[in-house]
Structures are given as C-alpha cells and as structure tokens.
C-alpha cells in the first residue's frame, strides 16, 4: 500500500462531468441528474484499508443526510487487472453489506478520476448547489491504527456548511489513503 495524500483540487472548481454505470443498480448515473443540488464525491473501493476503516461511517452519511438536498456518489476507478476485489461486482457487494444508499460507480477508464485529480481512496469533494467545489479533504482525524474514532467530523461540517448556505470551512486537511491502482501508462501527471 503506498500512502498517498489527495490533490487538494482548487476550490471554486466547477465538478467535472461523468456518465458511468451504477455498479448495484446498473443504470446510468451522470452529474446532470443532480442538477441544483449540492453533490458529495467519495473516490472509495473495496479493499483499501483506509476506505473499510471508514465504510460504516460512510454509510451513516448517507443515512444521515437522506432527507436533505445533498446527493452523495462513490467512485472507485481502480484496476481491476491489479485489483480483482475492486471489480464492479465486488463494489455492489460492498454497497449492498455496508447499506450504501447511495450510487457506487466504476470509472473502468480512470478518466473521471483524473478529471478530479482524485489520487487516493479515500477521497472526498463537496460541491455546492451551482456544482462548485466547496470543500476537498479528509473525512476526519482517524485513520487505521490510531485509536481516534471515526465521526467523519471534517466532512460534517463541511456539509453542514453547504447545507446552510455559509461560506465552506477554511481548515481543510488532505485526505489520506492507498493511492488509486492506475492501469500501467495511465498514470496521470500528478500522480508520483
């Protein structure tokens, strides 16, 4: 596992567009669905330690927030050459055992991926209504090891934040995680 930091993707980005498949139900998922609705992206997979460290939590996010505006989609865009338990169907096992009520995508040709410049999993957007990017971080302090329990604090607030129309939270900290498995010779240039 290589530990890698999110980009930290400028704020006030306009979210990058995707059209991909929805590993559980199968339908086709794009960003223009959830137009004029705040939007929170989640670069996850299967098997990365830091992302089981996290699922459960990322399931009470979805749980917790289902009757407000804010939609949430997963992503993963691993190899599944390098990474069989990341393929589309392991992903809606994931979904289906964690109680994800959200849509889990697979970005087979990694190209949503770098369009957010999404570099690790886990790895978390918030974008506001109008699709600008208000926050890109961490879900909270905890990672796997420590004895600091996951809230997903970071997150929180920063969805709070969005929710409330308030300006986004200025204290943001890198996410930290396994770094997304690039298919050899699509590594991005930002990536290494």
């Known amino acids: 596992m290589v530990k890698t930091a999110s980009t930290m993707l400028e704020l006030g980005t306009q979210a990058p567009d995707f059209a991909l498949i929805d ?7 794009s ?19 830091f992302v089981l460290h996290v699922q459960d939590e990322l399931a009470k996010l979805g749980q917790d927030y289902a009757d407000t ?3 949430f989609v997963a992503l993963c865009a691993n190899s599944v050459e390098s990474h069989p338990a990341d393929a589309p169907d392991k992903l809606a096992e994931q979904a289906k055992t964690c109680g994800f009520n959200f849509p889990y995508l697979y970005d087979e040709t990694q190209e949503v991926a770098k369009a957010y410049t999404a570099a690790c999993t886990p ?8 699709h600008k990017l208000v926050y890109r971080g961490q879900i909270d302090d905890s990672r796997p090891g420590t004895d600091i329990s996951v809230d997903a604090r970071d997150y929180r607030a920063a969805i709070d934040a969005v929710l409330a129309g308030s300006p986004p939270i200025e204290n943001q900290k890198p996410s930290m995680g396994c770094n997304i498995k690039w298919i050899p ?8």
């Open 31 to 49: 960003l223009s669905d959830f137009k004029g609705k705040p939007i929170a992206i989640m670069f996850i997979c299967a098997h990365c330690p």
């Open 123 to 130: 790895d978390y957007f918030l974008f506001d209504a109008d």
């Open 69 to 71: 505006d804010l939609q």
């Open 185 to 192: 010779g699509n590594e991005p240039d930002y990536f290494g």
């Open 23 to 29: 590993t559980v139900s199968g339908n086709k998922v």
